[in-house]
């Protein structure tokens, strides 16, 4: 995992965290980390996939799912848990869902996350 990529994905949920108070911090920070790994991960796949297709072809003539294609399922399947984590933790210790700039953040990442999904 390329750390520049890693530092501006985790930047950019930092500061969406900015408005967080500490105690809500303490608790989220792990999950971002967290997200952020996956969120990394189901885009390296998806370059993969994208690149060289979702199969794989045997000299047997045999057709199989590339493992890109299975660790993306699996991947996408925890990001969302890590995001639905984040989410109860966020309702529980306050802030209006409409105005909340994590709430939006993670709006928005729900919507790319169903790219992954239908692919």
Same mark, same amino acid.
């Given at each position: 995992?390329?750390?520049?990529?890693?530092?501006?994905? @985790?930047? &950019? @949920?930092?500061? +969406?965290?900015?408005?967080?108070?500490? +105690?809500? !911090?303490?608790?989220?920070?792990?999950?971002?980390?967290? +997200?952020?790994?996956?969120? !990394?991960?189901?885009?390296?796949?998806? *370059? @993969?996939? /994208?690149?060289?297709?979702?199969? *794989?072809?045997? /000299?047997?003539? %045999?057709?199989?799912?590339?493992? +890109?294609?299975?660790?993306? $399922?699996? /991947?996408? $399947? !925890? @990001?969302?848990?890590?995001?639905?984590?984040?989410?109860?933790?966020?309702?529980?210790?306050?802030?209006?869902?409409?105005? /909340? &700039?994590?709430?939006?953040?993670?709006?928005? $990442?729900?919507? *790319? %996350?169903?790219?992954?999904?239908?692919?």
């Amino acid at each position: 995992m390329d750390s520049k990529k890693f530092k501006a994905e @985790y930047k &950019k @949920y930092m500061d +969406a965290l900015s408005e967080v108070g500490q +105690a809500t !911090l303490v608790l989220i920070e792990p999950l971002v980390y967290q +997200a952020v790994q996956l969120k !990394l991960a189901m885009d390296e796949d998806n *370059e @993969y996939i /994208n690149k060289h297709g979702r199969f *794989e072809y045997s /000299n047997k003539g %045999n057709i199989r799912e590339c493992y +890109a294609v299975q660790s993306l $399922a699996k /991947n996408t $399947a !925890l @990001y969302q848990k890590v995001y639905k984590s984040i989410e109860k933790l966020m309702s529980k210790n306050g802030g209006d869902r409409k105005t /909340n &700039k994590l709430q939006a953040f993670l709006d928005h $990442a729900k919507e *790319e %996350n169903k790219q992954w999904v239908l692919i």
